[in-house]
Structures are given as structure tokens and as C-alpha cells.
């Protein structure tokens, strides 16, 4: 997803699709548009993405731009996490991944769960402030079901409808 987000962000309104064959560890971005991934088909993924590519299948994607005290107007086309989140996807570090695949996100998540701590934070949606100690934030364009903290009580996932997220 990583790999991916960095080349979205950079065609963002060029006009040029992007090609996506999952490769990574959770693939989230695929497996939320639905493209075939590993988790699928362990063996034929990689063929039936390409075919998806092959037959022209293009599906617009919004993007949310992101600033904050160490990046300005950083196109996001999944997902921001802070906090929490943040913590339990750094520490699944690579052999951890190459050895469980996306379990090691859940290893991680459960050894984080276990020293999260909160922090004060304010989010301003639509002109309504809510403040108050959290142990994690999670702004979401689009996110595949396994994503837990993109589902909150805020609204849907919808990366293709016409609404641009402002991070900052």
C-alpha cells in the first residue's frame, strides 16, 4: 500500500491510470476496490489482476490531502492513521510480515494494544469540533473491511464520491 499511495500521489491529476498487481502484505487498497488479491487466490492473483488492467477497468479514486507538522498538501489515497494505528502498522516490521503475512499486523496490533497510550487531540469535520484524550485517530478515503478504525461511527468509505478529505 505504501508503494502504491506514493505512485497514485504523484498522478494525482495527471490523467494517467494507474496499474495496480497487489504485492505487498494487506494490499488494503486493492482488496477495497476490489481488485483479485493473494488473500483471494494464492496462486492466480497476479494473472487476474492483470487481466483487470488488461480489459481497461478504471475506477476513479478521490484523493484527501494531508498537512501537518512534517508534510504539506501530501496526497492520500487510503488511509491517515495516528496514534494507535500508526504504532501497530510500524511495528509489524518486514520479517515479521514475510514470515505471517497480514497476521502480523494482528501480533502487532495485540502487543500494541497492550502500551497504547492517549493523547489529546482535536478534529474539526464539517465545521463541528470534538476534542478529548484518544489512543488513536484513523481518517480513511478508502478501506478494506479488515480495517477496524476506518469503519468508526463518522461515516462510509467511499474513495470515488466526488468529496476531497483536507487533513491538517
Keep these: 500500500d505504501g508503494t502504491v499511495g506514493a505512485v497514485a500521489g504523484v498522478l494525482v491529476n495527471t490523467g494517467v491510470p494507474l496499474g495496480i498487481v497487489p504485492r505487498g502484505t494487506a494490499n488494503a487498497f486493492s482488496v477495497a ?80 494494544l497492550l502500551s497504547a497510550e492517549n493523547f489529546k487531540a482535536k478534529v474539526i469535520v464539517d465545521g463541528e469540533t470534538a476534542e478529548g484524550d484518544v489512543a488513536a485517530i484513523t481518517v480513511a478515503n478508502a478501506a478494506p473491511p479488515f ?14 464520491d466526488g468529496e476531497q478529505l483536507e487533513c491538517r
Design 33 to 112: 476496490l476490489g481488485i483479485p488479491t493473494h488473500i483471494d487466490d494464492p496462486t492466480g492473483f497476479q494473472n487476474a489482476a492483470a487481466d483487470v488492467i488488461l480489459q481497461g477497468h478504471v475506477k476513479e479514486v478521490d484523493t484527501a490531502i494531508v498537512t501537518t507538522s512534517e508534510v504539506n498538501d501530501y496526497p492520500m489515497i487510503l488511509l491517515l492513521g495516528i496514534g494507535y494505528e500508526a504504532e501497530m502498522v510500524e511495528a509489524a516490521d518486514r520479517d515479521l510480515k514475510n514470515a505471517l503475512g497480514p497476521l502480523a499486523y494482528i501480533i502487532s496490533g495485540a502487543q500494541k
Design 147 to 160: 480495517s477496524v478504525l476506518a469503519h468508526g461511527h463518522i461515516g462510509e468509505c467511499i474513495y470515488d
